[in-house]
C-alpha cells in the first residue's frame, strides 16, 4: 500500500499557519528536576472589564491572570501562553516580558519575578484590545509553564 503523501497549494499555508505556534510551544518546554513532576502549575483568568469603541475611545479590556505553582519546588522561570480569539490583542502585560505572534502571547518571567515557591501565586495584569463584540476578550487556549533547573 503506497504511503499518503500532503500535496497541493494549499499544504504550504498550512505549514506556515502552524510554524508560529509550534515555535512558540517550543519555547515552553517544561524542564524538571528528577523529583518534580511536570506541568504542575496552573493559570486562572479573570476579566475584569471590558468596554465598547466610542467616538473618543477604542474599545478594551482589562484581566487578571492567577499563576500558581502546584509543584514542591520553587521554580526557577514560568511562562504563561494564551490564544486570543480573532480580533483581540494584547498590548500590555504587567510585570512579565510578552512576545507576541498574534493571536498567540507568551508571557514570561523577568529574572527577578521568576521565582515562584510551592503553593504560591503571582498575578498578571493584562490589558488589551478588541474588534467587533465579543461577550468577553477571554483567551481560547491558555496554559503555563514553569522550569526547576
Not at 490564544?83 to 510585570?95: D, L, N, S
Not at 483567551?139 to 509553564?145: A, E, R
Amino acid at each position: 500500500m503506497p504511503t499518503p503523501r500532503i500535496t497541493g497549494r494549499g499544504t504550504t499555508r498550512v505549514i506556515r499557519l502552524l510554524a508560529v505556534p509550534l515555535l512558540l510551544l517550543t519555547s515552553l518546554v517544561v524542564s524538571a528536576a528528577p523529583s518534580q513532576a511536570a506541568a504542575v502549575c496552573s493559570a486562572k483568568y479573570l476579566t475584569e472589564s471590558y468596554w465598547p469603541a466610542d467616538a473618543t475611545h477604542a474599545s478594551g479590556f482589562v484581566s487578571n491572570v492567577s499563576i500558581t505553582n502546584q509543584g514542591t519546588s520553587p521554580s526557577k522561570s514560568w511562562n504563561l501562553f494564551l490564544i486570543m480569539p480573532a480580533g483581540a490583542t494584547i498590548t500590555f502585560v504587567g510585570t512579565a516580558q510578552l512576545t507576541q505572534a498574534p493571536p498567540a502571547y507568551i508571557a514570561s518571567s523577568y529574572a527577578w519575578e521568576a521565582v515562584l515557591t510551592p503553593n504560591s501565586s503571582l498575578q498578571l495584569t493584562i490589558v488589551g484590545t478588541f474588534t467587533g463584540t465579543p461577550a468577553s476578550p477571554r483567551p481560547t487556549t491558555m496554559f503555563c509553564g514553569m522550569s526547576w533547573s
